[in-house]
Structure formats: C-alpha cells, structure tokens
Nanobody, 121 residues
Framework: QVQLAESGGGSVQAGGSLRLSCAASERTFSSYTVAWFRQAPGKEREFVACIRSGGTRNHADTVKGRFTISRDNAKNTVYLQMNSLKPEDTAVYYC???????????????WGQGTQVTVSS
C-alpha cells in the first residue's frame, strides 16, 4: 500500500507563505488523485484542494486565490503552496490518496501523518 509523508509545516506570521509537500512511497502514486485536508483544534477535518492524475485541480472556496496545489510525478510528490496566510489557516494539514477527487473525508483510506501549520496575527 502506498504510504504518504507530509512535510513543510511551521510557524509564520499572517501574510506569510509556506509550501507543504506530500511524498509517496510508490510510483503508482502518479495514477491517483491526491487531496489536502486540514483540521483545526476542536473542528472537523475539512477539504482544502485536490489534484488529479492528469493535473486538473479543485480548491476549496476558503483558500481559492491563496493556495495552489501542484504535483511532480517524477518526484512522487504533491505540493500545497500557501500564500497570504491567515490565523484561521492554523491547522494540521494532511494529504490523502484516492482514485477520484472528493471533498469528503470518509472517501479516503490512505492518509499521511499530518504536518502542523501555525499562523500568528
């Protein structure tokens, strides 16, 4: 089974940028859709963005225009470029794998361990 590992989280001030990475353990990764979700303290996990094997992508309205998902299949890696960060973006960010893009947590069975993003005002 493919394993996912997120990295790139950290602490930044509002208005700053971070780039998260999601690295996969197998090359079959390139055939799948990869999604980013996030979970803030006391809140449910929510959809952020997904990118399909062919490169088409969707972003949640809350991050559209600020976050961009991309992938480099040669490196078995998906990225989440986060710009103009806000304190409400503070959360643990997870990547997940599936055949199709879905905004529902329950549709995904392969998850990374998460990476913390903290945005201070």
């Amino acid at each position: 089974q493919v394993q996912l590992a997120e990295s790139g989280g950290g602490s930044v001030q509002a208005g700053g940028s971070l780039r998260l990475s999601c690295a996969a353990s197998e090359r079959t990764f390139s055939s799948y859709t990869v999604a980013w979700f996030r979970q803030a303290p006391g809140k449910e996990r929510e959809f952020v963005a997904c990118i399909r094997s062919g490169g088409t992508r969707n972003h949640a309205d809350t991050v559209k225009g600020r976050f961009t998902i991309s992938r480099d299949n040669a490196k078995n890696t998906v990225y989440l470029q986060m710009n103009s960060l806000k304190p409400e973006d503070t959360a643990v960010y997870y990547c997940a794998l599936r055949n199709l893009c879905s905004a529902y947590v329950e549709d995904y069975t392969v998850w990374g361990q998460g990476t913390q993003v903290t945005v201070s005002s």
